[in-house]
């Protein structure tokens, strides 16, 4: 794992979005593995610019996110679906149909994972997937637990992400299950860049650059890629050495 440690939110998103551009160019129809949450956002500013300014094109590109609410309408105003579409897709000129994501309403949640990882290894796998992480050293979805998982499956929310994210869903109950992919799925990314900014992931970044591989911190699992990037601000890096 390679750690970077910037200034502020903003230098992060400028380093993060030209990884992303460079990569872009290198391979115009390259497959990116996209996060939702607050902390991606600037990123997506930034890569929104390019594209304006004539930097970047997305036309090949192809997308999978990392992950989806169950019992949430594709197209409500907190599905990831929609987050994706305000925060990047609407404003760059990737094609719908490259989009994808794992449809959190399926009935069978097995076959929906089968057809997602199909998906992914059908493009040749995912040249670069951008990762956020939980207060709790979640990826994706991928709570702590007794084992780590392999490829996308239904979770059950532990209460610190509802804690985090009902914020998000204001008096409406947030939904208590998602489809996320798994850590094999996550881990058989050519790339990955996890970002963090803020003190309140001080902690899990510090478990997770300190505290030795364990599915009890998902995020530890990224000491074992070959090819990790971690961006962190000052705030987030502030319980390293
Ligand atoms: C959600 C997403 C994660 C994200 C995390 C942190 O739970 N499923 O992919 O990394 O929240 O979000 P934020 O960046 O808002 O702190």
Same mark, same amino acid.
């Given at each position: 794992m390679e750690v970077k440690i910037y200034d502020n939110a903003e230098e992060i998103a400028v380093a993060a979005a030209k990884l992303f551009v460079d990569i872009i160019n290198e391979k115009n129809d390259a497959v990116l593995g996209l996060a939702t949450g607050a902390t991606p956002v600037p990123t997506y500013g930034k890569l929104i610019e390019a594209y304006k300014n004539g *930097?970047? +094109?997305?036309?090949k590109v192809r997308t999978f996110n990392l992950d989806e609410y169950c019992d %949430? @309408? #594709? /197209? /409500? #105003?907190? +599905?990831y679906y929609t987050f994706m579409h305000e925060q990047l897709f609407n404003a760059v000129d990737v094609k719908e149909e490259n989009v994808n994501f794992l449809d959190?309403? !399926? *009935?069978d949640w097995e076959a929906e994972s089968k057809r997602y990882a199909e998906a992914m290894a059908s493009v040749g796998g995912i040249d670069i997937q951008l990762l956020g992480i939980g207060t709790?050293? =979640?990826?994706?979805?991928? *709570?702590? !637990?007794d084992a780590f998982t392999d490829e996308s499956f239904k979770v059950t929310l532990t209460q610190s992400t509802i804690n985090s994210n009902q914020k998000y869903f204001g008096d409406v109950p947030m939904p208590r299950y998602a489809l996320t992919m798994g850590i094999g799925s996550i881990m058989r990314a050519k790339k990955i860049l996890l970002i963090a900014t803020g003190e309140s992931k001080a902690k899990a970044i510090a478990g997770m650059i #300190?505290?030795?591989?364990?599915p009890q911190l @998902? !995020? +530890?699992? %990224?000491? *074992? =890629?070959q090819d990790a990037i971690i961006m962190l601000d000052k705030a987030a890096a502030s319980l390293l050495d």
């Open positions: *930097e970047v +094109s997305f036309e %949430l @309408p #594709k /197209d /409500d #105003k907190n +599905s959190g309403n !399926a *009935e709790n050293g =979640h990826i994706g979805f991928n *709570e702590p !637990a #300190k505290g030795g591989v364990t @998902p !995020a +530890s699992v %990224l000491n *074992e =890629h």
